[in-house]
């Protein structure tokens, strides 16, 4: 009973932190490579480092509250892919796309290039990028 009761407790943990949404496997191997070369994300990379520096001084938004924004799920896409297994179409998920940008903060390419690619689409395309720094609408 007691070790059952353990496997519930870590169990539990992992999906409260968000570890048992994440990919598990590192194998060391590039997902996607086919898809997006080399040379692609390491320019997907530039573009989104580009957009958090912008967030940073347009917004005072910090990497974790961008990754925050990343990680958020519509609910009804989440009730979706629970009930159903069923993927977006792109096959990538908000939080393999919130990894992919933890590691292009940290100055890595992230492995998993789909991820890359998606995040790439999506925070490119966010709205208010071009906007006076907080301060100055502070004022």
Do not use: N
């Amino acid at each position: 009973m007691e070790v059952q009761v353990e496997q519930f407790m870590k169990r539990q943990a992992e999906l409260e932190s968000g570890a048992a949404f994440a990919r598990t496997r590192d194998t060391g191997e590039v997902l996607g490579g086919d898809v997006v070369s080399d040379e692609q994300a390491t320019k997907y990379c530039a573009d989104i480092f580009e957009v958090l520096r912008t967030l940073k001084t347009t917004r005072d938004m910090s990497v974790a509250e961008v990754k925050l924004v990343v990680s958020i799920e519509d609910p009804r896409t989440r009730e979706r892919r629970v009930v159903g297994d069923i993927e977006d179409e792109r096959g990538v998920s908000r939080d393999e796309m919130a990894a992919a940008l933890a590691d292009v903060a940290e100055g890595r390419v992230p492995r998993d290039r789909i991820a890359l690619e998606c995040l790439h689409e999506e925070i490119t395309q966010w709205p208010f990028l071009d906007t006076k720094p907080a301060e100055e609408e502070a004022a």
